[in-house]
Antibody, heavy 122, light 108 residues
Framework: QVHLVQSGAEVKKPGASVKISCKASGYTFSKNSILWVRQAPGQRLEWMGWISPGNGNTQYSEKFQGRVTITRDTPASTAYMELSSLKSEDTAMYYC???????????????WGQGTLVTVSS | DIQMTQSPSTLSASVGDRVTITCRTSQGISTWLAWYQQKPGKGFKLLIYDASSLESGVPSRFSGSGSGTEFTLTINSLQPDDFATYFCQQYNSYSPLAFGGGTKVEIK
């Protein structure tokens, strides 16, 4: 059974960075892309970027380019999303999701993590 | 980038009703569209992909249709478990991934 389990809630100060993990189980981690999205209060879902764990290829949304880094630890079946230079507007629930296919582009997402709340406050 | 317009934003319905949610895209995306259900504290569930293909394990009362720029998600005979928020997502590989604004289905 496929599961994506994310790390716990974080509270950060403006200017800091946050790194969230997404541990996959129940399938071969390298065969499916992992997407990161966020959902801020009252806002629509925003995609942040994706990684193909099999080759490490990534693509980032222009909105977050330069602030977001997505990595993976293939032996640990874990993907990570790090967001830097945090602002109060980055307060949101962050989700990882498994793509049906290897590449993140042109993909839809069949399993989702439970979400990680990141609060940015001074 | 492709803009996604989902309507209505909120829908009040009763158990047994037929419900239709619409998703429009600013550019044609063929049938590269998925629908998801989100429940508080339960994450997202894939319902429909390729505009009309039912994901395995999803009840047959859910159906999707459309192509190009206009798509619909229909729930036949709404069940208590279906009160949730629904999102569309386009995955045309020539454009950045995008989501609709969501439709909250509430109990009338």
């Amino acid at each position: 059974q496929v599961h994506l389990v994310q790390s716990g809630a974080e509270v950060k100060k403006p200017g800091a960075s946050v790194k969230i993990s997404c541990k996959a189980s129940g399938y071969t981690f390298s065969k499916n892309s992992i997407l990161w999205v966020r959902q801020a209060p009252g806002q629509r879902l925003e995609w942040m970027g994706w990684i193909s764990p099999g080759n490490g290829n990534t693509q980032y949304s222009e909105k977050f380019q330069g602030r977001v880094t997505i990595t993976r630890d293939t032996p640990a079946s874990t993907a990570y999303m790090e967001l830097s230079s945090l602002k109060s507007e980055d307060t949101a629930m962050y989700y990882c999701a498994r793509g049906r296919f290897f590449y993140g582009s042109g993909n839809y997402y069949d399993y989702w993590g439970q979400g990680t709340l990141v609060t940015v406050s001074s | 980038d492709i803009q996604m317009t989902q309507s209505p934003s909120t829908l009040s319905a009763s158990v047994g009703d037929r419900v239709t949610i619409t998703c429009r895209t600013s550019q044609g995306i063929s049938t590269w569209l998925a629908w998801y259900q989100q429940k508080p504290g339960k994450g997202f569930k894939l319902l429909i992909y390729d505009a009309s293909s039912l994901e395995s394990g999803v009840p047959s009362r859910f159906s999707g249709s459309g192509s190009g720029t206009e798509f619909t998600l229909t729930i036949n005979s709404l069940q208590p478990d279906d009160f949730a928020t629904y999102f569309c997502q386009q995955y045309n590989s020539y454009s950045p991934l995008a989501f609709g604004g969501g439709t909250k289905v509430e109990i009338k």
